[in-house]
C-alpha cells in the first residue's frame, strides 16, 4: 500500500499527501456539485503521470458527449484515450439488468484486459436502482469484496444527501468518504468539500 496523489488541486495538502493504494474512495454529493468533474480530473492528470485509469459510467453516455461536456477543462486531454492512458468503460443497461453478478464479471473482464492503476465508478448507486434495502447490502456486500482483490485506487461517485451519505451501507464499506456540497452565498453558490473518512491517513478535517 502507497500514497498517490489525487491529481486534484488543493486536495493532497487536505489528505496530507494523497490517496492511499489500493483503497476504496466515495466521492459523494447532490446532483450538480462536480463529482464527475472531480473524479476526470484525477484521472486525467494522473494518466499525465504515465499511470492506467479506467472510467466506468453506468449512464451509457457515448464517448462524444463526455468529450464535449468535459473539452472546456483544462486537464482533459482527449489525446490521452488514444494514446490508451484513459480508458472508457461503459456498462450497458442489458448487463445491468441481468444483475449484480454480470455487473462484476464485466466490470472485472475488463480490469484483466486494462490492469488499470486507478478507477472510477461513476455513479455506483445507479447499479442499485430499484433494489430493497437488503437487496443494496447484497450487492454492495459482493462488489466491495471484488473491488479489494483489484489492486487498485477505485473511486466511486453516489448521489446522496449528507444525511442518507451517513446511514449508508456505502458509507461503512468504503475506506474513504468525501462529500461534496454546492451551497448558497448571497447570489452566488460555493462550492465546499469536506473529507469525511480516510482510513489509514491524517487529514484536514472540516469544508474546503
Known sequence: MKQVLS????????????????SIV?????????????????????????????Y?????EPIAMINNFMSKFSFYNISLLGKGNVKYVPIGIDVIHKGSEAIIKE??????TIKPD??????VNVFTYGFDDEAQRRFYYDFFTSMKGWNSLVMLTGEFTENALINSTLGYMVDGMIYISNEPFYENNIRYLNVLKMRGLEFQGGKH
Open 107 to 112: 466490470i472485472e473482464r475488463n480490469i484483466e
Open 26 to 54: 466515495l466521492i459523494a454529493g447532490t446532483a450538480g456539485t462536480g463529482k464527475t468533474t472531480m473524479v476526470m480530473q484525477s484521472l486525467f492528470n494522473s494518466a499525465r503521470n504515465e499511470e492506467i485509469c479506467m
Open 118 to 123: 486507478r478507477i472510477v465508478i461513476d455513479p
Open 7 to 22: 491529481g486534484i488541486n488543493g486536495l493532497d495538502k487536505v489528505l496530507e499527501g494523497g490517496f492511499l493504494r489500493p
Open 56 to 60: 466506468i459510467t453506468a449512464l451509457s
